[in-house]
């Protein structure tokens, strides 16, 4: 297998932590990005396979697939153990909407956040309406805490066992706190369940090349 990655994007790393959990050998080919002028110029590979000319996009024999839930859900049909969702047909659903909840709730409030990282906007006026947005994220990052503090319910994973969810959902969070959103310590529970998450080789693997890759790319906060 190959995957086009970026070595700042939530998405590619997200399939880089599901492979790194089922032990699965592939190729990484990062694609060239700034934090100026973000994924520029775009990978002929990438541009061929994805209508959106985004990664991550991951090659496995003949196939070519494009978006990290679609990659992850071939994944897991394809390559069954270990398992990144649960069995029963209700459990599942309910898994998927969680990992969705991480790539479309929690996430699309960190989106307010990432010019933090991004040179000033030369139109002061525009800049301050990033900053504004930003703050009025952060606020909203809370509220999402709280409610995945409830859904959590005292279980060590969303899911019980690990899983696809607890994947979008740390890597939002972790693009949270990278970006100086809300801090974990008025949600014990998620404190301690984004702790246990962060250990899992696979995963300090991924989040410990996007703290290098800030270093190298990202101005400090």
């Known amino acids: ?20 959990e089922k032990g699965l050998a592939y190729e990484r080919e990062m694609v060239p990005f700034t934090q100026a002028k973000g ?17 991550p996009v991951l090659v496995d024999g003949d196939l070519t697939l494009f978006d990290s ?11 069954p153990e270990p398992p990144l969702l ?10 998927r ?3 969705l909840y991480g790539d479309e709730v929690l996430f699309a409030q960190v989106r307010h956040l990432l010019y933090r990282t991004e040179p000033p906007h030369p139109d002061a006026t525009l800049q301050a309406l990033r900053e504004e947005e930003g703050r009025q994220a952060d606020a909203a990052i809370r509220g999402l805490y709280g ?44 404190r301690d369940w984004y702790a246990r998450v962060r250990a899992r080789p696979a995963v300090a693997k991924v989040a410990d090349e996007i703290a290098a890759a800030d270093r190298a790319l990202s101005p400090p906060l």
């Open 1 to 20: 297998m190959k995957l086009y990655s970026g070595p700042l994007s939530l998405f590619s790393r997200k399939v880089e932590i599901a492979l790194g």
């Open 39 to 55: 994924y520029s110029p775009k990978h002929p590979a990438v541009l061929a396979a994805n209508p959106k000319a985004q990664v």
């Open 69 to 79: 839930t679609v990659i992850i859900e071939y994944l897991e049909d394809a390559y």
């Open 86 to 95: 649960p069995r029963e047909p209700k459990a599942r659903a309910r898994c």
């Open 97 to 99: 909407l969680l990992e």
């Open 147 to 190: 409610k995945l503090q409830d859904e959590l319910d005292g279980q060590p994973y969303f899911c019980g066992a690990f899983s696809a969810a607890d994947i979008a959902l740390f890597m939002a969070t972790l693009f949270a706190l990278r970006l100086k959103g809300p801090g974990l310590d008025s949600h014990p529970a998620l």
